[in-house]
């Protein structure tokens, strides 16, 4: 499901109200969708330009030293 700002502020209106906690856990979230939106077209993801960053950065690496370095589960790393 797409999040966006507006949907969050139509849903829940209150959102000056919300507990810092809250704000802090929805803003990555939409961060990472304004990434996804911007990228999708290229046929990546927030999360492949985070690893490809690194490749550029540090050359090439194994699958499990790639998720090391981006902090996700190797087989996040897998998937599509």
């Known amino acids: 499901m797409k999040r966006n700002a507006a ?4 849903s829940l209106p ?3 109200r919300w507990a810092t906690a809250r704000l802090l856990s929805t803003a990555p979230l939409l961060v990472e969708d304004a990434w996804n939106e911007k990228v999708c077209g290229m046929g990546l993801t927030h999360a492949g330009v985070i690893a490809l960053d690194v490749l550029v950065a540090e050359g090439p690496m194994t699958q499990t030293m790639l998720a090391r370095n981006v902090r996700v589960q190797a087989q996040t790393i897998g998937r599509r």
């Open 7 to 10: 949907s969050y502020s139509a």
């Open 14 to 16: 209150d959102m000056e």
